[in-house]
């Protein structure tokens, strides 16, 4: 995948933060979600180079040519738990109705007292997993972020839940990791999402819906250094007030041989972009990556 | 350039060869210059990657809450200094 995300103005601004917080917060779900109409309409105006990205992932995903409602129904959902994600982080989750599916794979590695990654994506939303950590008497997690690309993201998350804030690590230093190692020893999960590239991220070729594009190998090599298994974990948003939290269990464990080493992780980045894959085919509205994903714009 | 001491063409081979640097020589490595970042362009996978190498090797593990941190990653030199202080095996 191309590395143009990075580059995308940033439209989480100070102000529209603001915005959305207090619209959220003191006017409420359902009036808020009545203005997602026109705030959706907007953007499928104004945002010419995201209803291009939407239009190119919904041909693909939907296999026949998106019109107009389709669109605008990738928008809407995109807006959407972007304005739930402020529920989910001030953990208002009586708004909600979750469905967790394959929750036995978390709930053993719960149980287990080891940590492992919990590997997520920008499909759907990550954040509906708070809702299975309020459910559950202990959920340690952390988050590894690239703050740098994440400037909004991280100071809504400060904004809204300061301890939730602390819980993020920040990927950079050279020291970060070995606080990741640290915490999953104490049975730590640490969340990261798979399917961005960022500039210096080493990468690998994956087929993703018919085409070839890069993948980071970060999170899958992190597991295979640290010996941990990898969960998969999708939030997908079901229209309303709906959201199904799967889990699955990727890997026990990955192994790698020093002279195969960049073959074996190929193959198990490729079993996550399956897995993405089928997960964007169940649910094709929550992609929420709104850049050129497979580098069809490159020269 | 100021060579490199024995010790630190050791720590450089290591360095090499649990990062797979193919395009890189051990004994070229500029001692002062840095390892992350500019330098010799390492990240922070290849930071645990070489804690978990120089835990096996020497002995003793690099903490994350070790303020020394910064320093000790700084360069080929200030590692090697760090491991000849720092190692049981």
Known sequence: MSRNWARLPERGSPLALWLIRSIALYLGRPVARLLLYPITLYFLIAAGDARRSSRRYLRRA???????????????WFSATILDRVYFLTGRLDHFQIEIVGGQAILDQLRSGRGCILLGSHLGSFEALRAVGASLPDFPIKI???????RALTRLFEALNPELARAIIPIGRPETLLAVQES?????????????????????????FGRETAFPIGPIL???????PVVLCFGLYRGGNRYDVHFEKLAEKIALEPRRRQEQLGVWVQRYADRLEHYARLAPYNWFNFYDYWSEDAP | MQPLSPF??????LLVDTLHLEDVKPEEIAP???LFGEGLGLDSIDALELALAISKTYGFQLRSDDKENRRVFASLRAL??????QRVL
């Open chain 1, 222 to 228: 992190l597991a295979a250094l640290m010996e941990c």
């Open chain 1, 62 to 76: 939907l296999g026949r040519e998106p019109g107009w409602p389709q669109l605008f129904r990738h928008i809407h």
């Open chain 2, 32 to 34: 002062e210059e840095p």
């Open chain 2, 80 to 85: 090697s200094q760090h491991i000849q202080q």
């Open chain 2, 8 to 13: 630190e063409l050791e720590v450089a081979r």
């Open chain 1, 184 to 208: 999953v020893s104490r049975g730590c999960l640490i969340g990261a999402l798979g399917d961005r590239v960022a500039q210096d991220d080493k990468t690998v070729r994956c087929q993703f």
């Open chain 1, 144 to 150: 590894l972020m690239n703050v740098e690309h994440n």
